[in-house]
């Protein structure tokens, strides 16, 4: 199956898409990967979908990639006698270790980390920051509040902290058994992270999956913003997640943030997804807004890896018609006159490693000489990414002897993944090539591809060499 673009699709499975035609018919759509969210899946459920993608995948004949989203610390404040109450504006209000109905004055707060952190003069924001709260007075069991905006809070609403460091790591109990449960089933690619504020809180997420998938970090809080340097280098890929940002930041600075974080994952050669409302009318509409259509098209243009659907595909009512519509869009955007332009300009220096230099030497010769594509042999999926970090305008064939190296890189932007054999010598390699250029449509005979491989042969992080080849009559190299 062979995509027009480059951006990748990452759509989320939910009530309106779990059975098995509709997951082939997403898919065939333009979704590229599956996020399953564990805030809603029971493990039960979760197995039952991987086992449909899996399905799907093996009739497709295409590599598909898994993520598992972990829910994340849900912080809560507790119920009321009456189930709501109505606030005024400049009032006190507290927040206490009283396990007791709340009421017009106070309510319980069921975590003594949040009692402990909050320092006043910090901000207290409740269900999505319709309620805004700031902290006058704490003593570890209290927190005294002023009421700066909003008049409502209900039983169990959530809440964001966007001034206080919480000492906690990301993983709750929940999380430990979900990321158990993920890790058994041994089909997944990918797994989110939720909440991350520093990046000591990957190390245990690290250290349970021992590298049997790729660590994706969700930036959501103001926190790891002050160390998000650090926080790429840790993680295997990172999420824009707007939607928690935008609470906890002013909503004016999410566009910037978006920017300079896509950027800087394309600096370190780490992929990077602009997730949260990007076709947030298709829930219940099947067409987008133009504001949509024009969020989808600036992540596109800054060159984010993937762009992702979540209660558009989950539980909306037009499933497929927003992962197809999220593909035209890509599509456009990518055969637009200022697409290439735009994305050369912020390329960033090679690094001085074998593998940046030749995959750099790939994209100039590629483009130099109008080669039909790259191809690039990846074990461990090194080679692809740094490939990847290129942004050629040629199509990039990534191909690996290793599945789950192959649907780990169904993120990576323009990427077309095939998983095959291992060459025996260089002619297999040149020949292996050009023939599935070839089938996969994208060459065709009488026209040159290069090969960046290793040597010797088979051997992970060795890539050392380029090869500019002839597609032949019969698909072989022509050589």
Request: net charge neutral; proline share 5%.
């Amino acid at each position: 199956m062979k995509r027009n673009r480059k951006v990748k699709i990452l759509a989320t499975l939910g009530p309106a898409s779990s059975d098995e035609q509709m997951i082939q018919k997403l898919h065939e759509a333009g979704a590229d990967l599956f996020r399953i969210n564990m805030s809603h899946a029971s493990h039960d459920v979760m197995r039952t979908l991987v086992q449909r993608i899996r399905a799907v995948e093996a009739r497709c004949g295409r590599p598909i990639g898994i993520l598992g989203d972990l829910q994340g610390p849900k912080l809560r404040v507790g119920k009321f006698a009456e189930g709501k109450v109505d606030l005024k504006v400049g009032q006190t209000f507290t927040l206490d270790n009283r396990d007791e109905p709340g009421d017009s004055t106070r309510v319980f707060l069921p975590h003594p980390e949040i009692l402990e952190a909050v320092k006043p003069g910090h901000r207290l924001l409740i269900d999505d920051g319709k309620l805004h709260l700031k902290a006058e007075k704490t003593d570890g069991k209290s927190i005294v509040t002023t009421v700066v905006a909003g008049t409502k809070i209900s039983d169990r609403k959530g809440v964001s902290l966007p001034d206080t460091l919480l000492a906690v790591g990301v993983l709750t109990d929940k999380d430990r058994a979900d990321l158990d449960a993920v890790l058994a089933t041994g089909e997944f690619d990918w797994v989110a992270l939720s909440f991350v504020q520093r990046p000591e809180d990957l190390a245990e997420v690290r250290k349970i999956a021992r590298g049997r998938v790729g660590l994706m970090s969700k930036i959501e809080k103001p926190q790891a913003l002050d160390r998000i340097d650090e926080i790429i280098e840790l993680s295997d890929a990172l999420m824009v997640a707007r939607g928690d940002l935008g609470v906890e930041m002013p909503l004016e600075s999410v566009p910037g943030l978006q920017k300079q974080l896509t950027r800087a994952c394309r600096r370190a050669g780490k992929p990077v997804v602009v997730a949260t409302q990007m076709l947030e009318s298709m829930i219940s509409a099947p067409v987008p807004t133009r504001a949509e259509v024009s969020d989808v098209a600036t992540a596109v243009f800054e060159g984010a890896d993937a762009v992702m659907l979540s209660a558009e595909s989950a539980s909306g009512e037009y499933p497929v018609e927003a992962v197809s519509t999220m593909a035209s869009i890509a599509s456009n955007v990518e055969r637009d006159p200022h697409y290439s332009s735009i994305i050369y300009a912020q390329r960033t220096p090679p690094e001085a490693t074998g593998a940046d230099a030749i995959s750099l030497a790939a994209h100039q010769i590629a483009e130099t000489l109008r080669l039909a594509a790259i191809v690039c042999y990846t074990s461990s999926g090194t080679t692809g990414l740094r490939a990847a970090r290129e942004r050629p305008q040629v199509p990039i064939i990534a191909l690996s002897p290793i599945v789950q190296t192959a649907r780990r890189l169904s993120v990576v932007w323009g990427l077309h993944c095939v998983v095959t054999e291992d060459a025996t010598d260089l002619d297999d390699m040149v020949n292996r090539a050009c023939r599935i250029v070839a089938a996969e449509g994208f060459g065709k005979p009488g026209e040159r591809v290069i090969i960046s491989a290793g040597v010797p042969l088979g051997t992970p992080g060795a890539t050392n060499m380029l090869r500019i080849a002839y597609i032949g009559s019969d698909g072989m190299s022509g050589v």
